[in-house]
């Protein structure tokens, strides 16, 4: 090897390994999977479009725990990640909604579309800036979200065209709902939920006992198995499931505030009282 190509693989440009590159890859699939629904809603073939925006939400919870369990974490795979979230959880929903219904609405239906794009951007934005600040949160608050996270987000957008798959004795009460004036609204509603500052669960830090860790993965694969059989049914429930949670999380956020403060507060007096009492 010559000196110069020493030098080269010492500053760190050499080939990356494999592990460091297993991260990427998977959020390259789901890349590939939201441009896969792109292309089956142009040729007007709404349930693949769906499923593919499913599978990419999917695919998103798997990189960045591929990425901390070879402790492959880079900067670079941050960045892509947000690229591939934006097109498979922005852009791909969006035309969805746009060319399934939306489109008779003309140049109100495509503001609105627009509008939730731009949501979704700022959205990835705003949890972009928000991980340089992941250090120095309070463990609490790392178990909450700032609004709703992009993948589900996209999945809740979604919920009025997964209605329609649906050929149950029901089906007549989405037939009866599900109008261009519902839907817009619906859309800009969950628009409004991604940027906004409520707070949101996150399952990522928080502390399960194993009994309740055993039952949670139980009722998780009972999800699973009744998600794979009658998917248009498992996912709006669990979409409206979630946002029955959105209520309880900011209630339960403010709970933990309020106790956190106050044991902020008790500890500075319990500080000016001993300082007070060093001083005499």
């Known amino acids: ?27 390259m699939l ?19 479009a769906v499923i593919f925006i499913v599978v990419a939400a999917l695919i998103d919870g798997l990189d960045g725990r591929v990425a901390r369990m070879l402790n492959s974490a880079t900067t670079f795979g ?40 731009v949501c979704m951007s700022i959205r990835l934005a705003r949890f972009n800036v928000s991980l340089y600040d992941e250090d120095e949160k309070e463990d ?28 149950g004795d029901v089906r007549w009460i989405s037939d009866r709902i599900l109008n261009k004036n519902t839907v817009s609204a619906y859309l800009a509603f969950v628009a409004f939920l991604s940027v906004s500052n409520i707070p949101t669960i996150s399952a990522k830090h928080h502390n399960i006992s194993r009994r309740w860790f055993y039952m949670l993965v139980t009722i998780l694969a009972v999800l699973m198995v009744l998600a794979i059989t009658n998917p248009w049914v498992i996912l709006p429930l669990m979409g409206v499931l979630y ?32 300082t007070e009492q060093n001083t005499k």
Do not use: N
């Not at 789901?30 to 709404?46: N, V």
């Open 1 to 27: 090897m010559s000196s110069d190509g020493a030098r080269e693989k010492r500053a760190g440009h050499g080939s990356p390994s494999i592990t460091r590159l297993l991260p990427s890859m998977v959020t």
């Open 30 to 48: 789901g890349l590939c999977s939201g441009l896969t629904s792109i292309r089956y809603t142009f040729a007007g073939q709404w349930e693949p």
């Open 78 to 117: 941050a960045q892509l990640d947000s690229f591939a979230d934006f097109l498979s959880f922005g852009v791909a929903p969006a035309f969805l909604l746009y060319f399934w219904l939306l489109y008779s609405m003309r140049v109100v239906g495509w503001v609105l579309v627009m509008i939730f794009v």
């Open 140 to 167: 609490w608050r790392k178990c909450f979200f700032v609004g709703v996270p992009a993948p589900i987000g996209a999945l809740l957008s979604l919920i009025p065209v997964m209605l329609t798959f649906y050929d």
């Open 243 to 274: 946002f029955v949670s959105i209520p309880i999380g900011g209630i339960y956020y403010a709970y933990i505030s309020a106790r956190s403060t106050a044991a902020k507060m008790s500890k500075a007096r319990k500080a000016v009282s001993s």
